[in-house]
């Protein structure tokens, strides 16, 4: 059974960068989705885009465009999400999640275990 | 594009059955047939319970089923059980630019 493995909690000063990774376990990396959401202290998910490693390209939440970009290594099944420009508002647990966006279906399953960025001075 | 709107909170005794609801518009919920449900308890994961409205992974109890009907879905847990007081969350494709919007959340509370 698949399963996500994220990297560690981190705490970024406001205008920094953020990079996170999202290893995958078990088959069929390439042809699905791996997507990133978040989750603010006490608020609902926000889902952040995503990328089909087959495919290479990626789609993003109108939200984020322009500040975060999302890959993946097909070579490692690892996905990516860099985000730029945190400010405290970027404090949040975000997620991994394989799934399918799209008239295709929408489903997010499974999901990583997350992780917390907390951006302070 | 609003998220869509769910209640704050719910609560009910075991047993029964429940009905959270979640409503959007003519651009998400109304338009496409492509709404999960997810099942959140505190300080862990969300967990996927629906998709495409009304299917169930394997893994899930036929205690949760799910329903739309123009532009609100709804999801039903019946023989509720103390292990279902959790967060949960709905979710809508809402097209080629926008793509994915959730509500806020309901928090469900078993008496």
């Known amino acids: 059974q698949e399963q996500l493995v994220q990297s560690g909690p981190d705490l970024k000063k406001p205008g920094s960068s953020v990079k996170l990774s999202c290893k995958a376990s078990?088959?069929?990396?390439?042809?699905?989705?791996i997507n990133w959401l978040r989750q603010a202290p006490g608020q609902g998910l926000e889902w952040m885009g995503g990328?089909?490693?087959?495919?290479?390209?990626?789609n993003y939440a109108p939200k984020f465009q322009g500040r975060v970009t999302i890959n993946a290594d097909e070579s490692t099944s690892t996905g990516y999400m860099e985000l730029g420009s945190l400010t405290s508002d970027d404090t949040a647990v975000y997620y991994c999640a394989r799934g399918r966006v799209g008239t295709t279906g929408l489903w997010f399953d499974p999901w990583g275990q997350g992780t917390l960025i907390t951006v302070s001075s | 594009q609003s998220a869509l709107t769910q209640p704050a909170s719910v609560s009910g005794s075991p047993g029964q059955s429940i009905t959270l609801s979640c409503t959007g518009s003519?651009?998400?919920?109304?338009?496409?047939?492509?709404v999960s449900w997810y099942q959140q308890h505190p300080g862990k994961a969300p967990k996927l319970l629906i998709y495409?409205?009304?299917k169930r992974p394997l893994e899930i109890s036929d205690r949760f089923s799910g329903s739309k009907s123009g532009n609100t879905a709804s999801l039903t847990i019946s023989g509720l059980q103390a292990e279902d007081e959790a967060d949960y969350h709905c979710c809508s494709y809402a097209g080629n630019y926008i793509y994915v919007i959730f509500g806020g959340g309901t928090k469900l509370t078993v008496l």
């Open positions: 003519s651009s998400d919920i109304g338009a496409y047939n492509l």
């Open positions: 495409d409205v009304n």
């Open positions: 078990g088959d069929s990396f390439n042809t699905y989705a």
């Open positions: 990328i089909i490693p087959l495919f290479g390209t990626a």
